[in-house]
């Protein structure tokens, strides 16, 4: 992380508010990326990818006509005009989180508060090139439902309404559990919007994920239990 040359970095901005992008713009020029492009929607983010070819994309999610949803799934399904493991950080707040389970699923490489700091997108960044979270083959995400991310899905699930954990499962803190380790009860915002399925091994990709969340939203202890 420390030998990343922040200068020849470049990054795509992609979000429909003014404020947020010159923000983002003014955090990036205090790490060191000068080279910086803006889009306003997702459909403008994807006309600037093969000509701009940036390094990594930060994205937000609430936008028209082409949200960020759409945006990162045409993307990893290798139809943007760039690589379909694109190193993309999502932009979110914590209304935005009925629709963190399909950024996950679509493997977003990292999660920033939109009142992040400098120190915060730098970490987000430097993760996501460095460990891409994209590993499935391309035509996997073409499965992926897409939510309405104007309104939120309905909440037909619930921490509480969950089966119960496991004989050998452990409930612990995110920045505790090692890589490897399994999920043994569905990973569920409070609205009941499902983010990791029981069953999934978590990788270090994974367990970076939940810990931007947990910056986020009300989620800081999962039940996990070990391989094997």
Known sequence: MNEMDWSRLKVLVVDDEPFIRSFVVRLLGMIGIAQVAEAADGAEGLSKLPSFQPDLVVLDIMM?????????????????????????????????APIMGTAMALDCDAFLAKSAGPDAIKERIARALTEK????????????????????????????????????????????VEPGA???????????????????????????????????????????RSPG
């Open 64 to 96: 028209e006509p082409m949200n960020g949803l759409q945006f990162l799934k045409t993307v990893r399904m290798g139809l943007g005009g760039a690589p379909y493991d694109q190193p993309v950080v999502v932009l979110t707040g914590a209304t935005d």
């Open 133 to 176: 979270a994209a590993v499935k083959p391309s035509d996997q995400y073409l499965a992926v439902p897409l939510p309405d991310v104007e309104k939120p899905p309905p909440a037909d699930g619930s921490p509480s309404s969950l089966p119960a954990p496991g004989p050998r499962a452990v409930e612990m803190p995110i920045n505790e």
């Open 182 to 224: 399994i999920v043994d009860r569905d990973v569920v915002t409070e609205e009941g919007s499902l983010l990791l399925a029981e069953g999934t091994v978590l990788s270090r990709s994974y367990l970076g994920r939940l810990s931007d969340l947990a910056e986020i939203i009300d989620l800081d202890r999962i039940w996990v």
